[in-house]
């Protein structure tokens, strides 16, 4: 029978881990988050108030790291999809998701994407773009904020087919994205 211990981390720089690494630590959990709260028979009345505050500004928090899920997003033309097997642009944005994640495999947010706790859990919002020159046009907004992606390019025509992110935070990205239909 497993018991579950509090974990101690060696050394303050441990603290500093992603949660990539905790991963490997503890199978089965992608996060570990630690209150730590005074035994209330030692507390004052102010400093009691103080604690709830903080309890529920940590719930708050827990409720925005729930919501803030790790997203990828896929964005396909429009235009191909109403001259090319539907198959064959599905194939597109699978070429692209594919080589997002193996593009930024050792990046933490990818690894818990992956983690095989969260396979069944994945998030990928797929979008679209009426053609080539919006395809490009958000490639370079992507590109200069320095949010990791990858545009497929198909080969060998050459032709810019669709966008995939690599898994990362949706708050981070949505931004980007907002103005977009969902691919139908």
């Keep these: 029978m497993l018991s579950l211990l509090p974990l101690r981390l060696p050394s303050p720089a441990a603290t500093t881990l992603p949660s990539a690494a905790l991963l490997l630590l503890l199978p089965g959990v992608t996060r570990v988050r630690t209150l730590r709260t005074p035994p209330r028979a030692n507390m004052s009345a102010a400093a009691a108030s103080t604690t709830d505050a903080a309890a529920s500004s940590a719930g708050v928090e827990a ?46 947010d990818t690894a818990a994407y992956c983690a095989p706790e969260n396979l069944d859990r994945m998030h990928k919002v797929t979008l679209e773009v009426k053609g080539e020159t919006q395809l490009k046009n958000l ?46």
Excluded: M
């Design 139 to 184: 490639a370079e907004k992507l590109e200069a904020a320095g949010v990791r992606h990858k545009l497929w390019i198909e080969q060998p025509e050459n032709t810019p087919t669709c966008i995939a992110t690599a898994p990362c935070p949706k708050s981070q990205v949505a931004s980007f994205f907002r103005k977009l239909k969902l691919c139908k």
């Design 63 to 108: 409720g925005k790291e729930a919501e803030d899920v790790v997203v990828q997003y896929v964005v396909l033309r429009r235009d191909l999809v109403e001259a090319w097997p539907l198959g064959s642009v599905v194939a597109q944005g699978c070429h692209a998701a594919v080589a997002a994640l193996w593009v930024h495999r050792d990046h933490p």
